[in-house]
Every structure is written in C-alpha cells, then in structure tokens.
C-alpha cells in the first residue's frame, strides 16, 4: 500500500518575497493556461517545456517550446 504525505502551506511563516520566491521555485508548478490566461502568466514561465511519455522507451526526454503546445491566440470562446 502506498501512503502519500501532503502538506498545506502556513502563510504565516512568509515573512519576505524572497520566501514567497523559494516557495514558487520549490513547488515546480507547471501551467496548462490557455488563451487570455496565458498571455498574461507566460512571461513568468519557461518557453521549453520537457514531456514524459513521447519518447521511445530508453529515448532521451523531449523539449517542445510551449507556443508548440499551448495555442495563445485561442480563448475560451473559440
């Protein structure tokens, strides 16, 4: 049986931004925005964006630039 951990972040012990910085750097967060969404949050994330499971078994990761997976022009109304 596989018992995961979670933990809930207590904004009580930020006391600067560069704890704020540290704890979005840590969190490895990855967006799937789209349209409006991402126009404005794709200045904060990486263009490359590596995938798992399109490469052959024993391949090397794949980069794909994420105006290649994200379509920025889309928006929820299309």
């Known amino acids: 049986m596989n018992i995961s951990t979670s933990y809930?972040?207590?904004?009580?012990?930020?006391?600067?931004?560069d704890d704020v910085k540290v704890i979005l750097d840590k969190l490895n967060l990855?967006?799937?925005?789209e349209g409006e969404d991402?126009?404005?949050?794709?200045?904060?994330?990486?263009?490359?964006?590596?995938?798992?499971?399109?490469?052959?078994?024993?391949?090397e990761m794949l980069e794909i630039p994420a105006e290649s997976v994200v379509d920025v022009n889309t928006t929820?109304?299309?």
């Not at 809930?8 to 931004?17: A, G, K």
């Not at 990855?30 to 925005?33: E, H, P, Q, R």
């Not at 991402?38 to 391949?59: A, N």
Request: charged share 20%; aromatic share 10%.
């Open 30 to 33: 990855t967006t799937y925005a």
């Open 76 to 78: 929820a109304d299309d």
């Open 38 to 59: 991402w126009v404005v949050l794709q200045k904060y994330f990486t263009t490359e964006i590596q995938t798992k499971g399109l490469s052959l078994p024993g391949g």
């Open 8 to 17: 809930q972040l207590n904004v009580d012990t930020i006391e600067s931004l």
